[in-house]
Each structure stands twice: as structure tokens, then as C-alpha cells.
């Protein structure tokens, strides 16, 4: 049966005329040349009235730090994920911060978004700040950010009142029967 094939294939391939010429090639033409337009070059007129002349603005610096420059800078990033920054500028503002990645207990959720309990990698992160206000008073801010939450300190934030009494406790419900009569 393959033989058959094989013989058929080239007698078809011997029936081909010798006239036929497989190579074509297809006529070439140069390309068309435009000449590139010309347009008028625009001409807009002048406006009859002159531009208003703003006057400079003038600000009022009540800051008694004209230039505040920065002093000092540093910027360390580590390849654990820690990093550690910090500045001082010239109106002796100061800001400390360090962070570390801490293996903590958490939400986790699979692809599927079926949520579980269990190990995930945190940023713990602590630092400070100080500065002074226009009035002259001296604020310090330290923080902490953990699996607690975020624990500022400071001597000017406000502290909540701390209760010296008994609270009092809810009364005991008494159910109803339905008809408006209270139940013993």
C-alpha cells in the first residue's frame, strides 16, 4: 500500500510540464516622491492692552526659624528586613525610628481566601521624636509598634480618667408573658 503512495506521488510529480517556472518574482516600482507642503508661517497680533505687572507676594514668617536646614541623616537598611533612620534639623527637631521583622501569631488566608490561625512576619517598630513649639515648650514623643499595637508616650498626650467609683450594675430583666404582665 505504501508503494502505491510512493507511486503515485511521482507520476504526478513527472506529469508536471516542464514549463512551469517555480521562481516568480514579483515586478518592482520606485517609490513616489511628494513635495513637501508648504504652509504660511501664522502671525497672531499683538495684544492692545499691556500684561498686568503682579506685584512679588509677600509672606509673613512669624516661624523664628527662617531656614530650617538639616543637620544631621542617616539610613541603614539591612538585608534581614531591620532598617534604622533618623535626622536633626536646625530648629533642633530630632526623629529616631528602627524597625525589625518579628515572627508573630496572626491571620493568615489561603489562595482561596479561607482564613487560619497561625505564624506570620510582623514589623515591630520603635523610635522618638522631639521638637519645639512656637511657644517655646519642649515636647519628646517615644513609641512602640508591636502585636500589642501602637504604645505612644509623651508627657503632653492626655491620659484617661482612671474610675475611683463602683460602676453600677444593669438591672435583671424580667420578661413579659405577652399580654403586658410582668412574670414572678
Known amino acids: 500500500m505504501k508503494l502505491f503512495f510512493v507511486a503515485a506521488f511521482l507520476a504526478v510529480a513527472a506529469a508536471v510540464p516542464s514549463s512551469y517556472k517555480p521562481e516568480y518574482k514579483a ?14 508661517t ?8 499691556p500684561a498686568p505687572a503682579y506685584p512679588t507676594p509677600a509672606y509673613n514668617k512669624d516661624n523664628k526659624y527662617d531656614d530650617i ?6 539610613d541603614e537598611r539591612n538585608l534581614d528586613g531591620s532598617s534604622q ?24 488566608y489561603d489562595s482561596y481566601g479561607k482564613e487560619s ?12 521624636s522631639y521638637w519645639v513649639s512656637p511657644e ?21 498626650l492626655p491620659v484617661a480618667p482612671v474610675h475611683e467609683y463602683e460602676l453600677p450594675v444593669a438591672p435583671v430583666h424580667i420578661p413579659f408573658n405577652g399580654k403586658g404582665y410582668k412574670i414572678y
Open 27 to 40: 515586478p518592482s516600482y520606485p517609490a513616489p516622491s511628494y513635495p513637501a507642503p508648504k504652509y504660511p
Open 117 to 128: 490561625y497561625g505564624e506570620v512576619l510582623g514589623n515591630t517598630n520603635k523610635g522618638s
Open 69 to 74: 536646614t538639616i543637620t544631621s541623616q542617616s
Open 136 to 156: 517655646g515648650q519642649k515636647f519628646t514623643l517615644t513609641w512602640a509598634a508591636d502585636e500589642a499595637g501602637f504604645q505612644p508616650k509623651g508627657d503632653h
Open 42 to 49: 501664522p502671525s497672531y497680533p499683538s495684544p492692545a492692552y
Open 85 to 108: 533612620w533618623s535626622y536633626a534639623q536646625s530648629d533642633y527637631t530630632t526623629r529616631e525610628e528602627s524597625q525589625v521583622q518579628k515572627k508573630m501569631q496572626g491571620v493568615t
